[in-house]
């Protein structure tokens, strides 16, 4: 059976004239599956009863089985996605007054053990599908619709969900072949539809890939910096000791020729005594002068055994203040359903245990 969300648009093109099918069908099939989130190549009423019935025999729309259902008290809602011999993946919605962003996962775990994350501490366990990644989508549009959120943009007549962040679990660069037909699929006016710049892609700084993207398929960027200089950043993101802060600087540079924004978003983790010092500031200012860009100040998400704890609240302020100052935008990232742990970095995706225990023996890098 071919499941219609693996395939982007132009590869179910592709498959439509392999069966001998008009392309014009093809586009038709992909509005209901992709506009209106049908489940059921049955109900596609507007297809010929035979079409329908072959298609029915040789393809299914199939995303990713929901384990769990969580909605927080500030309206985040995060459903726990079966990804396959016990491991699972998160996409969390946040409703906001004028949209609605879903943040998707690309990989069930991560290889890529950034210091301070929850999904890296996992470890890696595989590649998400095409059809897993847009299935986040395709599922959170479905359900949102099916709920009758009221949003006014909604009302309005669009889909639920406005802008897709990939900042959810696993490093979208290291899945390239899979993400790229999903955003392709997310960006297609006979899918989706969403602009470039409502699509953001968070990496970590895989240097090669970013100028691939750039040459691909551009969407908006955000880099996960967290450090200022190669010796921080090589512990806090071991990324950095193959890609440092140099060539990851000149890949922004070069990314902002095609990219849909004229800046780049610079994530940075605020870690109590890591990264939040006045050196720290002096040298990310220096350090991002000559690229374009906005920084975001992401309050750090503890969770048990990390050996890291969250900047102070002032301290924080203080280090946005001074990046304006210099005359860089910087802001601060509210945190977000933390009752359900849909916050950044808390995506841990274990079916049954989180990994708590077993984090313990980890060596904290708090140097203090
Ligand atoms: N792998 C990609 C995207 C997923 S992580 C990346 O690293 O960019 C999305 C963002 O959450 C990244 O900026 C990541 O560094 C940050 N993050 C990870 N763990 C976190 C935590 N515990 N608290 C706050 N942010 C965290
Ligand atoms: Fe992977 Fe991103 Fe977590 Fe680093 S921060 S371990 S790249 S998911």
Known sequence: MQNLLDLEPAALAHWFAERGEKPFRARQVCRWVHQRFAADIGAMSDLAKPLRASLAGAAEIRAPAVLRDTTAADGTRKWLLDAGNGNAVEAVYIPEDDRGTLCISSQAGCALDCAFCSTGRQGFNR???????????????RTLL??????????????PITNVVMMGMGEPLANFDNVVPALRTFLDDNAYGLSRRRVTLSTSGLVPWIDRLRDECPVALAVSLHAPSDALRDRLVPINRKHPLASLMAACVRYLERAPRDFVTFEYVML???????????????????????????????????????????????FANALQDAGIVAT??????????????????????????RLAARIPLVAR
Not at 127 to 141: D, K, P, R, S, Y
Not at 146 to 159: E, S, T
């Open 127 to 141: 590649n998400l599908t095409t059809g897993e990644i847009v299935g986040q989508l395709w599922h959170a549009n």
């Open 146 to 159: 099916q709920d009758n959120i009221g949003a006014p943009w909604v009302q309005a007549g669009r889909a």
């Open 272 to 318: 109590d005594g890591v990264n939040d010092q006045p050196e720290h500031i002096a040298a990310l200012i220096a350090l991002v002068r000559d690229v374009p860009c906005k920084l975001n100040l992401i309050p750090f998400n503890p969770f048990p055994g990390s050996g890291f704890a969250t900047s102070p609240r002032e301290r924080v302020r203080r």
């Open 332 to 357: 601060i990232r509210k945190t977000r359903g933390d009752d359900i742990d849909a916050a950044c970095g808390q995506l841990a995706g274990q079916v049954h245990d989180r990994t708590k225990h």
